[in-house]
């Protein structure tokens, strides 16, 4: 709590790389979030010098870290998280927007429920009542499935509940639970370029017994990857990889080789997906999964079963 608001402590990090009219909408929502003593770092990884020039210009209160490259997102928001020291670490999405109130709702579960690493609220397309995300839960072929994602808001349940992850598009997390899963003093795998590594993430906390909500009542719009949406082929290649990735980091190898035929079968439907293209995508992925499963990172307790949450609401079994 800060001493002179007696208001939760929040650290704010935006990872940004030519985030334009979005970045600036998302900075607002978040100056204008209630209840919460909040203080923004922007992450930029190589924008534009007009981007960055508006930034200060702009928002003169923001703190601005710079990189003359693209370091991705999971190594620009270690540098974020090394850079704060509030109690509570927010991390938003440059094209993600926030309701007034979403940072206070989500530190108010996370201090009502001390076994919460993290929560988030339900994410909606922008513009829409459309679920982009309500947190994440496992389907048995080895896949992180957004909760409720594509159904309509009035779908979701509108009490809290139990997730097994939580999306990084705009999840509050207790800095407290970083301090037994660093890798080197690094929050994130800085090897997740882009994609998986939230998922990554939230399976190293479970393993430390970690658990995680979705606060309904928190509201956020996401514009959802432009990047992604431009190079779908280079998304698949990065989320088939990214995936095997975490697998062989978190959990035990007897239990994936007794799963290994729908883990597959979940690599050949997407890259059908990608049409014709999709037919080479295992030579791309592949090499490099299984460089990955000999030096794979491993560590104590991993996971001989697909995470699972303590107190499942009846919807959200409907739905998973």
């Known amino acids: 709590m800060s001493p002179a608001s007696l208001l939760p402590d929040v650290d704010c990090i935006v990872v940004n790389r030519d985030g334009g009219e979005s970045l600036f909408a998302a900075i607002r929502s978040i100056q204008a979030q209630i209840g919460v003593d909040l203080s923004i770092v922007i992450v930029d ?33 270690n540098e974020g998280i090394a850079r704060t020291r509030a109690p509570f670490v927010l991390l938003v999405n440059n094209d993600a927007v926030l309701a007034p109130d979403y940072a206070a709702r989500l530190a108010a579960r996370l201090a009502l429920d001390t076994r919460l690493a993290a929560a988030q609220g339900v994410i909606l397309a922008a513009g829409k009542t459309t679920v982009d995300t309500a947190g994440l839960l496992w389907n048995d072929r080895g896949e992180a499935i957004p909760v409720f994602a594509g159904s309509d808001v009035s779908r979701v349940p509108s009490e809290a509940f139990e997730v097994t992850g939580v999306s990084a598009t705009a999840a509050l997390f207790r800095r407290e639970a970083f301090a037994d899963l660093s890798l080197d003093g690094r929050v994130f795998d800085d090897r997740f370029f882009a994609y998986y590594e939230d998922v990554d993430l939230s399976l190293r906390l479970f393993r430390e017994g970690w658990r995680f909500a979705c606060d309904p009542g928190a509201i ?3 514009e959802g990857s432009r990047t992604g949406r431009r190079t779908p082929f280079r998304r698949g290649i990065w989320t088939a990889r990214n995936r095997w990735r975490t697998l062989f980091a ?44 000999l030096h794979s990172r491993g560590g104590s307790r991993r996971l001989s079963d697909w995470p699972s949450v303590e107190r499942r609401d009846a919807a959200v079994a409907t739905w998973a």
């Open 220 to 222: 956020a719009w996401h």
């Open 45 to 77: 990884n190589a924008s534009r010098p007009a981007e960055l020039e508006r930034i200060a210009l702009e928002a003169p209160a923001v703190r601005l870290v710079t990189f003359s490259r693209n370091l991705g997102f999971a190594a620009a928001a």
């Open 250 to 293: 978190n959990f035990e190898p007897r239990f994936l080789v007794r799963h290994l035929p729908k883990l597959l079968r979940a690599d050949l439907a997407h890259a059908k997906k990608l049409g014709v293209r999709g037919t080479i995508l295992p030579l791309l992925v592949w090499p490099r999964i299984l460089a990955d499963a």
